[in-house]
């Protein structure tokens, strides 16, 4: 059975189970940690601090100076600024060239923030060339769920998702990796019992 997590929880122990971000903020608020930032950033603070008892600082995040070329309209012939950040006026500007499905997707933001300097008009032709090439993408690690139902119906096309979530809900609850296992299916077994 899955441990509760409090402070007395052997770091080690931690890690082998899943919980969920919401838990993981309210630990790190309970125990004056920074309670902000990715799942795996979360799990990374907690694990280190039932480890050690230490309570790393918090990082200030850096500020950029916005000048006043940022706040105006985009022109197809603008130039892609350095610290680009994923903003309003961007999203008004790539829906009003291509279309309003538009949305900022990993590999287009990638693409976005490698290639300052080069042109929007560049950056138009580059989303259009990601779209054609679109596959499956990698979901991240911070998202074990997504990643335990899309590999359980990869090896289960037959099955339901009620049985992927009966599945997953018995995983969690084990010691050790999160991942889908051929054998999590004999959690099916123990539901019909």
């Known amino acids: 059975m899955r441990p509760i997590l409090s ?12 919980y969920l971000k919401q838990e993981l903020t309210d630990f790190c608020r309970q125990e004056g940690l920074q309670s902000s930032g990715s799942k795996e950033d979360l799990t990374k603070r907690i694990s ?8 790393r600082s918090r990082k200030d995040k850096p500020t950029f100076a916005r000048s006043s070329a940022v706040v105006g309209i985009i022109k197809l012939t603008d130039t892609i600024e350095d ?3 994923c903003s309003e006026r961007h999203r008004v500007f790539f829906r009003q060239h291509l279309g309003s499905r538009f949305t900022f997707n990993v590999p287009f933001q990638k693409w976005l923030k490698t290639n300052t300097g080069k042109t929007y008009q560049e950056a138009v032709e580059a989303y259009k ?5 679109k596959k499956p993408r990698e979901i991240g690690k911070q ?17 339901s998702l009620k049985e992927a979530i009966t599945c997953w809900k018995n995983k969690k609850q084990q010691p ?9 299916l004999s959690a099916l077994a123990k539901e019909q019992r």
């Open 129 to 133: 060339r990601l779209a054609q090439t």
């Open 83 to 85: 610290n680009f950040i």
């Open 48 to 55: 280190h601090f039932l480890t050690t008892g230490e309570r």
């Open 143 to 159: 998202f074990e769920y997504n990643r335990y139902i899309r590999a359980f119906f990869a090896d289960n096309r037959d099955r």
């Open 176 to 184: 050790g990796s999160n991942e889908y296992h051929p054998a999590d």
């Open 7 to 18: 402070k007395e929880l052997p770091g080690k122990d931690f890690e082998n189970y899943y």
